[in-house]
């Protein structure tokens, strides 16, 4: 292999989103053709014609097969089962072929509808997956929705994910905890997700304001952070909270109403186009989540010298913060908790500034060269086993 650029392919459903995956991917898709000079490609099957949401190297070669999974969301639920093995059927074909066409050295697929059948493509190359959410969480369905029949699917379609997880070459998760989770596999790596960005500045935590950021969904949690920060707001009358994302913000406006929150201080907006300006606008950042994956909104906001308040969800904010020293880790899902652990915070400003330092020199093993290089080590021991 000396001298020989490694031949890698990227195997996703769709780049037009601005998704964290979608970030991630292109983030060190980026780094190893331009930093290491391996010869990248990435296989989507949505999308075609739309443009690329985060900016990919001109290194990188990216092939659409146009298979449009997408066209199950319309479909009836009868259709759907039709539609989906047609579909099914048609990406085996092109993917194969495209594979045996490149032959790469390292397959990585992000564990979508080719999870079921990339470890028979006889293209030469070391497959990887790579899984982005936390194992209890895979296939989530909320409270009302757990039927017994989705939760016997749910049963028989996670005992097919690991009898194919299994056959992989090497099974990607973000976190230590999320490993513990798959009790079955024996080809588990933990390689955290990179910092997205370097930031230019750091907060001065001088500004009363706590910052939460992510997605207006059930997952985020957001309904619990405004109940505790009904709580806090009383006996912090000058401190305001702001929230960043995308979403349907309609029912948590309803909530902050129907919880009497002072919407003065109490801000609800949309996604931020420049949320490291926001972070260090900011001296205290909270973090409501049920569930993650990893949770990278917690990564940037350290970087930016933000002490945090988390709920201690799966998985990711136990990998990510060091209790007392950099942050805040407070029971799942307790609201008195979450609001005892902002009120603490925002009445010491010394204990904040310490944290804050201390998030931001910890937060620095997420860097993209430190978590290429554990990338760049795998690589080369799968392919140094196949030579």
Request: charged share 25%; glycine share 6%.
């Amino acid at each position: 292999m000396t001298g020989v650029p490694l031949k890698i392919v990227y195997v996703t459903p769709a780049l037009y989103m601005a998704g964290g995956v979608e970030r991630v991917l292109t983030l060190k898709a980026n780094y190893f053709a331009d930093h290491f000079g391996y010869d990248i490609t990435v296989i989507l099957t949505e999308g075609k014609g739309k443009p690329l949401f985060y900016p990919m190297s001109d290194k990188i070669k990216v092939v659409n097969l146009d298979i449009n999974f997408e066209d199950l969301w319309t479909c009836s639920f009868a259709k759907k089962i039709f539609v989906y093995l047609k579909k099914q059927r048609q990406y085996k074909k092109l993917l194969t072929a495209e594979l045996m066409h490149i032959h790469p050295d390292l397959t990585i697929s992000l564990l979508r509808r080719e999870i079921n059948f990339i470890t028979d493509i006889p293209d030469g190359s070391k497959k990887i997956g790579e899984m982005h959410v936390n194992r209890a969480n895979y296939r989530n369905f909320e409270a009302n929705e757990a039927t017994w029949i989705k939760q016997l699917f749910a049963k028989w379609w996670m005992n097919n994910l690991v009898k194919h997880l299994k056959n992989l070459d090497k099974f990607v998760v973000l976190t230590y905890e999320d490993k513990d989770a798959w009790k079955e596999l024996s080809n588990i790596e933990v390689i955290p997700d990179p910092l997205s960005f370097n930031p230019h500045m750091s907060s001065p935590l001088v500004e009363k304001r706590v910052i939460g950021v992510g997605r207006y969904v059930y997952q985020k949690g957001f309904d619990l952070l405004l109940k505790a920060w009904a709580q806090v707001e009383k006996e912090c009358p000058d401190w305001e909270l702001a929230i960043y994302g995308e979403g349907d913000r309609t029912p948590y406006q309803k909530q902050a109403k129907e919880l009497n929150l002072d919407l003065t201080r109490c801000h609800l907006e949309g996604r931020s186009s420049d949320i490291e300006k926001e972070y260090c606008r900011s001296s205290v950042f909270v973090f409501s989540s049920r569930f993650e994956g990893f949770g990278m909104v917690l990564v940037e906001a350290m970087a930016c010298g933000l002490p945090v308040v988390s709920f201690d969800c799966a998985c990711g904010p136990k990998d990510i913060i060091k209790n007392g020293e950099d942050g805040l880790l407070v029971e799942n899902e307790n609201v008195s908790a979450l609001a005892e652990g902002l009120s603490s915070l925002i009445n010491n400003t010394e204990q904040r500034k310490i944290m804050g330092k201390n998030a931001q020199h910890n937060v620095q093993r997420f860097n993209i060269h430190q978590i290429a290089d554990k990338w760049n080590q795998l690589f080369k021991r799968l392919v140094s086993h196949s030579s």
